[in-house]
């Protein structure tokens, strides 16, 4: 069960990724959903995933 909120997470991330506020929005509550050891591999996926997004590098503060 928790791994499908690990995938669903990555999935709207991906989808909001156009706005950087909602993408901000739904991280903050992904990041109280999840369980520690899911939040690191968040972190580790939304690296490389906003390697070439700069406007999404300011949400990258929340994880940090």
Request: net charge positive.
């Given at each position: 069960?928790a791994?499908?909120?690990?995938e669903?997470?990555?999935?709207?991330l991906?989808?909001?990724?156009?706005?950087?506020?909602?993408?901000?929005?739904?991280?903050e509550?992904s990041?109280?959903?999840?369980?520690?050891?899911?939040?690191?591999?968040?972190?580790i996926?939304?690296?490389?995933?906003?390697?070439?997004?700069?406007?999404?590098?300011?949400?990258?503060?929340?994880?940090?």
């Open positions: 069960m791994r499908a909120m690990f669903y997470t990555k999935t709207v991906q989808k909001v990724s156009f706005n950087s506020e909602l993408f901000c929005k739904e991280l509550k990041l109280s959903r999840l369980l520690p050891y899911e939040i690191k591999e968040l972190t996926w939304l690296k490389q995933f906003t390697a070439n997004k700069p406007e999404l590098y300011s949400c990258m503060a929340l994880v940090e």
